[in-house]
């Protein structure tokens, strides 16, 4: 698990008068003062705040290599194998038997189920077991500088960074994450960990390293701030007797009424009111087409990660964890 440090993370570089060390990467041709400028401007430090460890900063190719072949590109059928395992289910079920008084008291608070808040935690890390390897500092400085596709993202994400550590008292020599430089337990993004975070202890700190009440208030958060609607369907099972494509939104977030949709012919097992927004997905099963009515509640899980594959491979754990098919239907 990541250590955390009580000192700001500029501060004695800074005092010490610790010059830029040279780069570990002579193919690495970015100019780190002119960067960290351009940071400085965007997250209301000065660029000699964030110079000496920046300079530190390491091109890490396989980070590129990484984000070039992620899961969710997998069909469904292979990818929902990774997530919907014996020994995921048996470990996320002790994880919530062990936790239940704090995740409950969280649940009764927001709204947001307890199984979904340990089923995040359960695909991102393994119940906490696996939180990454690289360092933040490396991940979303690489990918800031050196990932076009997505530079624009990763920069405003490292402009991010710095402040936090500053905020919340981070060593960013030490704080290790994802490839794409999530961190903790819940695999927050450093502009998530900034506006969505919660103090869950009271001990005056955000911390998603090492306490399971900010951990389990800052996953809920993030679900009411995006507009979970507590006791209201996320994903149902449905059946589509045409040959063509069912009709389906631009996106996750439903753009027709339920009536609309049964009157295209999209079939459902269970009663829902005419006017409640869904729409339609399909997935790649490993026995064919699969298809799925989905709510607001499945977009708001999205926001988390944008895959459809990702909400799906969450929504199933935690219909699993419940045991008791609160949530969804697991075919």
Known sequence: MPVLTSKLFFLPLLALGVNAPALADSSDTVDRAALAAELAAQNGLSSEQILPLLSKAKYQQSIIDAITRPAEAKPWSAYRPIFMT??????????????????????????????????????ETNYGKITGSYRVLDALYTLGAHYPPRQTFFRSELAH????????????????????????????????????????????????FGSLPDIFASVANYFVAHGWQSGQPVALPAQWPGEQAPPKSSGLKPEFTVAALRDAGVAWQGELSDEMPATVLTLDGKDGPEYWLTFDNFYVISRYNRSPLYSMAVLQLAQALADQGQLAQVP
Not at 87 to 97: H, K, N, S, V, Y
Not at 101 to 116: I, N, R
Not at 184 to 193: R, V
Not at 197 to 208: E, I, M, P, S, T
């Open 86 to 123: 014996e020994a995921r289910i048996r470990d996320g079920r002790r994880f919530l038997a062990e936790h239940q008084q704090a995740l409950a008291a969280v649940e009764t608070e927001t709204g947001v189920p307890a199984e979904l808040i340990a089923a995040i935690i359960g695909v």
């Open 161 to 208: 960074v710095f402040v936090l550590a500053n905020e919340e008292q981070l060593s960013l020599d030490e704080i290790k994450g994802s490839y794409a430089g999530a961190m903790g337990w819940g695999q927050f993004m450093p502009s998530s960990y900034r506006h969505y975070a919660k103090d869950g202890d009271g001990d005056g700190r955000r911390d998603l």
